[in-house]
C-alpha cells in the first residue's frame, strides 16, 4: 500500500528536488515490483527529463546505461511508431502490453486497431505496463514499467496487482516534474467562454462554416461571427485556427457524435 510519506517522496517540489524524487520513484517501483522505469514527460518531443544539474534521468536515475534501449529517449520517430506512446495518445487508464496486445482494465476499440506488429522492435521492449498521464494543455505524458530481462513478455500478475498504484506514482512525479520545470505561458487561465461561444467553436472544429452553425444553432451568420471572434480575444488567438487549437487544449471542445 502507498502511504502518503511514499507520495511526498516522489513529487519534486522544486527543481532541486527532481533528483530526489526521481529516485524515489525508481526504488518504490523496484522495491514493489521488481521492474525498472522509463520516464517522459511529453511523448511529442525528443527532450529527455532532466535534473537540476542536467543530468538526464534515464541514464543517471532509471538506469539505462548501455544498448540501444539506454537511448531511447534520443529518437523522436519512437512517439510516431512505437505503439507505447501511439496507445497513450488513445488511453488515459494504465494497461500493459506485448506482441499479442494491448490489456486494459476497461475495453477501449480504439486500441484494436493499433499496428503491433514488429513490437519488440518498436517499443523496444517485450512487454510493458504503461501509465498514460493526461497534463493540462494537451500534453501527454508516459512512464513505462520494463522487467530488467529483456525476454520477458508477460507482465499481466504485476499489472494486476500493481497497475493503479504504478500508474499513481507516476503521475504524482510526472506532474511535479512538469510544474517545477514549466516555461510561463501567455495566460489564458482567465478565460471564461460563454455557452454559445463553446456551441459555436464545437461546430467550427467539426468543419462547419459560419452559415452551416447559424443553420444549426438558429443563429444569423454575423451572429455566429461575433461569437468566434468573441472566443478569439478571450483566448489571445490570432485567428479561428489557432482559437480552435486553444480551445481544444483547454478542454472545451469535445467530439460531436
Known amino acids: ?57 534515464a541514464s543517471a536515475v532509471f538506469g539505462f546505461a548501455s544498448g540501444d534501449e539506454a537511448r531511447w529517449w534520443r529518437f523522436p520517430q519512437l512517439a510516431l511508431t512505437s505503439p507505447l506512446p501511439m496507445a497513450c495518445r488513445f488511453e488515459s487508464e494504465p494497461f500493459w502490453c506485448n506482441a499479442d496486445g494491448i490489456h486494459t482494465p476497461t475495453p477501449n476499440l480504439l486500441l484494436s486497431a493499433l499496428d503491433l506488429s514488429n513490437f519488440r522492435e518498436r517499443a523496444l521492449t517485450s512487454a510493458a505496463i504503461v501509465a498514460p498521464i493526461h497534463l493540462p494543455f494537451g500534453q501527454i505524458a508516459a512512464a513505462s514499467f520494463l522487467s530488467p530481462d529483456p525476454g520477458v513478455d508477460d507482465l499481466s500478475e504485476a499489472f494486476e496487482q500493481h497497475g493503479e498504484t504504478l500508474a499513481l506514482l507516476a503521475r504524482t512525479f510526472v506532474a511535479s516534474y512538469v510544474k517545477v520545470t514549466e516555461r510561463r505561458r501567455p495566460s489564458v487561465a482567465a478565460a471564461l467562454l460563454s455557452k454559445r461561444e463553446v456551441e459555436c467553436l464545437r461546430w467550427a472544429a467539426a468543419g462547419k462554416t459560419n452559415d452551416e452553425i447559424g443553420m444549426i444553432l438558429g443563429l444569423q451568420r454575423t451572429t455566429v461571427r461575433f461569437h468566434i471572434r468573441s472566443a478569439s480575444v478571450k483566448l489571445d488567438a490570432v485567428n479561428r485556427d489557432q482559437t480552435l487549437f486553444k480551445a481544444a487544449q483547454l478542454g472545451f471542445l469535445a467530439m460531436i457524435r
Open 1 to 57: 500500500m502507498i502511504t502518503a510519506e511514499t507520495l511526498r517522496a516522489v513529487r519534486a517540489g522544486g527543481v532541486d528536488q527532481i533528483r530526489s524524487a526521481a529516485e524515489a520513484l525508481r526504488d518504490v517501483v523496484s522495491d514493489l515490483t521488481g521492474l525498472r522505469c522509463a520516464v517522459t514527460d511529453n511523448i511529442a518531443v525528443q527532450e529527455p527529463m532532466k535534473d537540476a544539474a542536467g543530468a538526464v534521468l
